[in-house]
C-alpha cells in the first residue's frame, strides 16, 4: 500500500510509512497554504519540541508535507523509518538526481586565497576599490576613492591559527560580500571538518551588525535542511567568528559551471525536473524560517548545495526578523524582489527570491541582472516556455510585480510545483502517466500524450 501522504514516495509496512513515519489511520490531505508567518516572531507556535538532525528518521524530508518532520503535541504518532529503504531523497517520487559524493574539503582550498579585482567593491557605496592602476595590482587594503570607507580583503586568519582554543584554521575556502569562510578542524570533536564564517572588513558596522545577528538568529535554527551551527566564538583582536558544520557536497552555482566547463564553455541549463526536485525540496526550510518569524533573504543558486541525495541551504548571513525595520537588508540583483529597497522583506520577497533562482537555473537567463532585473522575458523568447507553460505561469505569479499577487506561503508554492513537475515528468514518460502525489493544479492524462 502506497502512502497517502501528498508528496511522499513511501510504502505503509505494518501500519506506518518507511518513508515520512506517518500512521496510515491518519485521513490523507492535499497540502493547503498556511497563511503568512505572523509579524510577531513570538506568535508563531514552536514546532521544535526534539532533535531535527538527519537520521533515518529523517531522509525524505524534503518529500513529505512541510511540518511532519517534527514532532507537534496532539500530532499523529510517527515511526522510525526503515534503514533498509532505499533510493534517492530528491525528486519527490518522480525524478531520478544522481548523488554528489563528499569530497575531501582540502581540495576546495583557495591557493592563493585572493579576492579577484574584479570583485573587490566598496562596503558602503559600491564603488569599484583596489583595482589595478599604471600596470601595479590593486591594493587590498584602503580607502574607497568616493566615500573614503576603509577597506581590507586580506584573509585575518593564517593556517595553523587555533581559534577560541578549539578550532585549527586549514585554510580559506572561499570570500562573499560579508566576509572569508574559512576551513578549520575541530580540536575537541575528532577533529571533525568546521567551516569558520568571519568578517570582511571589520571597520563596517553594517558587515559587523549582521554577522552578530546570525549568531543570535540560528541560535532558534534547527532544521535538517538547514545548515548546522556549532559555535560562536572571538579572535584575541576582538573579531567575531561563526563556526558551522562543513557541507561537503556541490551548489547549485557549482553544478551550473561545471555543466557549462562541459558543454565547451555554453550554458548548459539543469533540467526542468531535476531543478524542480531542487526547489521543492528546499521549499519546507522556507516554511520553517518563515514559521519563527524569519526571512532568507537572499537565497540564489550559491546558497544551496547538493550533498549526497539530499540538500542544504547555506549562510545565513541575510536572515532578518519579518518585524525588523532597522538592519541592513542583503540581497543579490537579479534575484531581490523590486519593492524590497523600498518596503523592505516579506515572505513574498523571499519566495520572489525562490522562482527567480530556479529561472536562472533552467534557461540561459541573459539580462536577468540588468534589463530583465524585475521581470521575466516574453514567453516566445524562451523556447522552454513554449513547451511548459505551466512552468512560466508558476514563475510569472511568483515574481509579479506586486507582493500580494504572489504565492503567500512555501507550501502554497511548494503544491503548485509538484504540480508542474508532474507536468514536466507526464510529458517525458512512456505509457500509462502514474504519479507520486495527487496534484490540485493537473489532472492524471490516461497516455504520455495525452494534453495536461
Request: charged share 20%; glycine share 10%.
Amino acid at each position: 500500500m502506497q502512502c497517502t501522504q501528498p508528496g511522499c514516495a513511501g510504502t505503509i509496512v505494518d501500519g506506518y510509512c518507511d518513508v515520512c513515519g506517518m500512521a496510515a489511520t491518519a485521513p490523507a490531505a492535499v497540502p493547503q497554504a498556511v497563511p503568512p508567518a505572523p509579524s510577531q516572531p513570538g506568535a508563531a507556535p514552536s514546532t521544535r519540541t526534539g532533535s531535527a538532525r538527519v537520521s533515518t528518521v529523517t531522509n525524505r524530508l524534503g518529500q513529505v508535507p512541510i511540518g511532519s518532520s517534527r514532532t507537534v503535541t496532539g500530532s499523529r504518532p510517527t515511526r522510525r523509518l526503515n534503514p533498509r529503504r532505499r533510493g534517492s531523497r530528491l525528486g519527490a517520487g518522480l525524478v531520478d538526481i544522481a548523488p554528489v559524493p563528499v569530497l575531501d574539503p582540502r581540495q576546495a582550498l583557495m591557493d592563493p586565497a585572493v579576492v579577484a579585482e574584479d570583485k573587490r567593491f566598496c562596503s558602503v557605496c559600491g564603488s569599484p576599490v583596489g583595482r589595478a592602476r599604471d600596470g601595479s595590482p590593486g591594493r587590498t587594503k584602503g580607502f574607497c576613492p568616493k566615500c573614503r570607507t576603509p577597506f581590507d580583503f586580506d584573509p585575518k586568519l593564517a593556517t595553523g591559527t587555533l581559534l577560541g582554543g578549539q578550532y585549527e584554521i586549514v585554510g580559506c575556502l572561499a570570500h562573499g560580500g560579508m566576509g572569508w569562510i574559512y576551513l578549520a578542524r575541530d580540536r575537541n570533536v575528532n577533529d571533525r571538518w568546521v567551516v569558520v564564517k568571519g568578517l570582511l572588513n571589520a571597520g563596517d558596522p553594517d558587515a559587523y551588525r549582521a554577522a552578530v545577528a546570525e549568531k543570535q538568529f540560528l541560535a532558534e535554527v534547527e532544521h535538517p535542511l538547514i545548515v548546522e551551527i556549532h559555535n560562536f566564538v572571538a579572535a584575541p583582536d576582538g573579531s567575531s567568528y561563526i563556526v558551522m558544520e562543513y557541507v561537503g557536497g556541490q551548489s547549485l552555482n557549482n553544478l551550473l559551471k561545471s555543466r557549462m566547463k562541459a558543454a565547451n564553455g555554453q550554458f548548459s541549463p539543469i533540467p526542468v525536473d531535476q531543478a524542480l526536485a531542487y526547489m521543492i525540496e528546499v521549499l519546507p526550510a522556507f516554511s520553517y524560517l518563515h514559521g519563527l518569524g524569519l526571512l532568507y533573504c537572499d537565497f540564489k543558486p550559491a546558497n544551496l548545495i547538493q550533498v549526497g541525495d539530499g540538500i542544504k541551504l547555506i549562510d545565513l548571513g541575510g536572515v532578518r526578523r519579518i518585524d525588523d525595520d532597522e538592519s541592513p537588508i542583503y540581497g543579490t540583483v537579479g534575484f531581490q524582489a523590486p519593492e524590497v529597497p523600498a518596503d523592505g522583506t516579506s515572505v513574498a520577497s523571499d519566495l520572489y527570491t525562490v522562482a527567480r533562482t530556479l529561472a536562472v537555473l533552467v534557461f540561459e537567463f541573459k539580462g536577468y541582472q540588468n534589463r530583465y532585473v524585475d521581470s521575466l522575458p516574453p514567453a516566445d523568447e524562451v523556447p522552454l516556455f513554449t513547451r511548459h507553460d505551466s512552468l512560466y505561469r508558476l514563475l510569472l505569479r511568483a515574481t509579479a510585480p506586486r507582493p500580494e499577487d504572489r504565492f503567500q506561503s512555501a507550501e502554497e508554492m511548494r503544491v503548485q510545483m509538484l504540480g508542474v513537475l508532474g507536468e514536466v515528468t507526464a510529458g517525458t514518460a512512456r505509457g500509462a502517466v502514474t504519479r507520486s502525489t495527487p496534484s490540485t493544479i493537473f489532472e492524471t492524462p490516461s497516455v504520455a500524450s495525452d494534453t495536461l
